[in-house]
């Protein structure tokens, strides 16, 4: 085995290295278990996908993988009312502060609004708040029978389609 080939890194393992953190086996298993399928699932629901290739990993391991990420900025912790956390990961190419929680289905959306919202909100802060973070959280019912992508940002205008 060559040197490069055993120091050749899974693009999950170099974004953890890229954020300063140390890409263990369990932090690594659970980045590609949340990007790879990016629906805003649970640490439940991360742990049970997870356990599939590591049956020895454990949920608080999972707690402390997803508190490390946010804290690198790799994720976003998304809190609903009376509902377990929901984690996305934050991507460069889709960036957004919103979400959409669906009561029917229990699915969470991405929803990007233009940089005026968040501007126009963060004009309303008292003199010498210095915002660093915005988290909107809408709660309520989508339509049936209208497929709603995820993980991708849903553009208003594909709203308006029939
Ligand atoms: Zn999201």
Redesign the pocket.
């Known amino acids: 085995m060559s040197a490069r080939s055993k120091t050749e890194a899974s693009p999950a393992a170099e974004t953890l290295t890229a954020a300063g953190l140390r890409p263990t086996r369990q932090r690594v298993l659970v980045y590609e278990t949340l990007a790879g399928q990016d629906d805003?699932p649970s640490a439940e629901v991360i742990y049970e996908r997870a356990r599939a290739t590591m049956p020895t990993l454990s949920l608080a391991t999972v707690y402390n993988c997803l508190e490390s990420f946010a804290q690198a900025g790799l994720i976003?912790a998304i809190h609903i009312q009376r509902q377990s956390t929901r984690y996305?990961t934050v991507r460069e190419e889709a960036p957004?502060f919103a979400?959409f929680h669906c009561r029917r289905t229990g699915a969470v959306y991405?929803i990007v609004l233009p940089d005026r919202v968040r501007r126009l909100l963060e004009e309303e802060l008292p003199e010498g708040m210095q915002p660093e973070d915005l988290e909107i959280n809408f709660t309520g019912v989508s339509a049936e029978g209208h497929s709603y992508p995820p993980h991708a940002p849903i553009a208003k205008k594909s709203l308006q389609e029939p």
């Open positions: 805003h976003r996305c957004h979400h991405d």
